[in-house]
């Protein structure tokens, strides 16, 4: 499946009441372009840790449901945060990881994740649960599961890779999204 | 009995409204790291790297936190990228607490050089500082913290051997 359609599907899938923090690079990038809205943010910059941030809101704010909308690339780049938020037991965190196999952004070399079953290792990190879906069908089944109990919980969709030429960058500033997501979070 | 150095600390940075805690340790830390992990008072999320503390310490004020993220100055080093392209750039504040191992150069060779460039590496990150001094440290974090919050940046607290030991 397309990265795009994959993004859409899940989107329209969260209640908007969550809490969705996009790495950088073309998964903010679709992700605004698919789905944008105040609950969002999109990282630009400092590549791997969008799941630290999440983790960050996930133990401030336990009764806020934090998707992280990740990438091979920035998983694979700080993998030790998989550590991290499994030792952490967030309930409130669900971590997607969108895995095309190369690093999308700066011209489609190949990442290492063919090599490296990074749902697996989520697992023996303890994240209650960890998956991998290939299909949209197996997507929409395994969304309802995953949301369906605690976390720290991953869903590993694997994508197509090649980008959407329509999917330009965010427009928002980063100090914009900086001020809507705290007042999202303070509601 | 009178608090320790760490205590005492821990007062003050919590009476200027800090109220989350993360970070990788430092020896230089041990006894303030042991307070904040000992009761529910705080709370102290240990960190895999100090860029993965960045990260989380900006979750926890994107939050509603004000957060407070500890580390030796070699993990300087490694939070540089997140410093200057998350928090400066989404105008996300943060007092680092960050050790200065190598201050006099007679430490271990892993930390002397950065403990020589220490000042000069904070000046080029444009990341305000001040040296931790026992007698003025409550004005010193007061003035940090007006700065944090004036211009929503990363400030430090930089912490020589011994002033927080005990």
Sequence with gaps: ?187 | MTASRSQTFLDEVEEQGYSFFTGVPCSYFGDVIQILESGARYGYVSAVREDSSIGIAAGAFLAGRQPVVLMQNSGLGVAINALVSLNQIYDIPVLLVISWRGQFGDDAPEHLVMGAILEDLFRLLQIPFAVYDTLNFRRQLAELTRTMRETRKPVALVVPREALEE
């Excluded at chain 1, 499994?86 to 070399?109: I, R």
Aim: net charge neutral; glycine share 10%.
């Design chain 1, 1 to 187: 499946m397309k990265r795009g359609e994959a993004i859409a599907q899940v989107a329209g899938w969260l209640d908007p009441s969550f809490i969705s923090i996009a790495c950088n690079g073309m998964i903010s990038r679709e992700l605004y372009h698919q789905a944008e809205r105040p609950s969002n943010f999109y990282m630009i910059g400092s590549m791997g840790l969008a799941s630290s941030i999440a983790l960050g809101i996930a133990l401030s704010r336990p009764s806020k449901t934090v998707v992280v909308f990740d990438g091979d690339g920035n998983l694979l780049m700080n993998l030790g945060m998989l550590a991290n938020i499994a030792a952490s037991k967030a309930g409130n965190l669900y971590h997607l990881v969108f895995d095309n196999g190369v690093y999308a952004s700066t011209g489609g070399q190949r990442t290492i994740s063919s090599c490296v079953p990074l749902e697996s290792i989520a697992r023996a990190s303890g994240y209650r649960r960890a998956a991998r879906v290939e299909t949209v069908p197996a997507l929409m089944d395994a969304l309802p599961v995953l949301f369906s109990e605690p976390g720290p919980a991953m869903l590993l969709v694997t994508v197509d890779s090649g980008n959407e030429p329509s999917v330009g960058r965010v427009k928002l500033l980063p100090a914009q999204l900086t001020d809507r997501l705290c007042a999202e979070l303070s509601k």
